[in-house]
């Protein structure tokens, strides 16, 4: 049963792949296209040789884009699919559908908007080659440490609903959440590497679509996958999952 949740699950990454690559392709990549541009006039500012391009362009806006944004979503899809095996029926009564919106509202907060509130996405020409693994792994850190939050949260949520009630539990536990990754925010390097000269409104675009590109893989994932399962037979609509 697990592996048809699996199937279904890279099925849904895969479809959002492939939106979110189409949204990439007209959001996107005119935004890499100017930085790219401006990396390029800022060395021949310099008086630096471009560098040699390993990957055409061209390549790197369509196949591979279009292979790493697929891959991305049906490795995402997998898991997904996976953390719902294991939720449903044990998070109390909800639709299969409903508790899929759920996870991934909650997987979008967590995996994308956490992290990059502290770390924003940058576009090429900014950011210090020499920092690019200090600055990778603060990234993951924070995405490890908002999980973590969002853990404590829930099983917080799940003790103060027997006393308070089910709203008042969750209005606490989302205190709880904000108040433990603000802590953390605050306490973690800042790292502001963005050129003087970069132009504001390009950073500020790049940034959006970024975002853009995972709203629309989690919202797809999030309702394709509860509609696939929701129609299976081996899920029943409301109640303890037979997985």
């Known amino acids: 049963m697990v ?7 890279m099925l849904a990454g895969i479809a959002a792949g492939l939106l979110t690559f189409s949204f990439a392709k007209v959001v996107g990549e005119p935004q890499v296209d100017q930085a790219i541009s401006f990396e390029e006039k800022a060395d021949a500012a310099k008086g630096e040789a471009p560098e040699p391009e390993i990957v ?5 806006a369509g196949l591979g884009l279009l292979t790493g944004v697929v891959t991305y979503g049906a490795a995402i899809g997998g ?3 996976l953390v719902f095996a294991f939720a449903y029926g044990r998070v109390g009564v909800v639709s299969a559908r409903a508790l899929s919106a759920w996870l991934a509202l909650g997987a979008f907060i967590t995996i994308v908007i956490v992290p990059n509130i502290k770390y924003p996405a940058n576009p090429p020409s900014v950011g210090d080659p ?3 693994g200090a600055r990778t792994g603060l990234f ?4 490890a440490i908002s999980l973590a ?5 829930l099983k917080v949520r799940r003790r103060l609903a027997v006393q308070l009630g089910a709203w008042n539990g969750s209005i606490v536990a989302g205190v709880v959440f904000v108040v433990i990754i603000a802590a953390v925010q605050l306490s973690m390097p800042v790292i ?3 050129p003087a000269a970069f132009p504001a409104v390009l950073l500020w675009k790049f940034r959006v679509a970024a975002i853009g590109m995972q709203v629309i893989m989690w919202t797809t994932i999030g309702l394709l996958f509860g509609a696939l399962v929701e129609r299976s037979a081996f899920v029943r609509p ?3 999952a037979a997985v």
């Open 149 to 153: 939050a969002m853990v404590f949260s």
């Open 79 to 81: 898991l997904f699919s």
């Open 130 to 132: 020499e920092t690019i």
């Open 238 to 240: 409301i109640g303890r």
């Open 192 to 194: 502001n590497e963005v």
């Open 3 to 9: 592996g048809k949740l699996l199937v279904r699950g």
């Open 56 to 60: 055409s362009r061209e390549t790197q």
């Open 140 to 143: 993951f850190l924070m995405i």
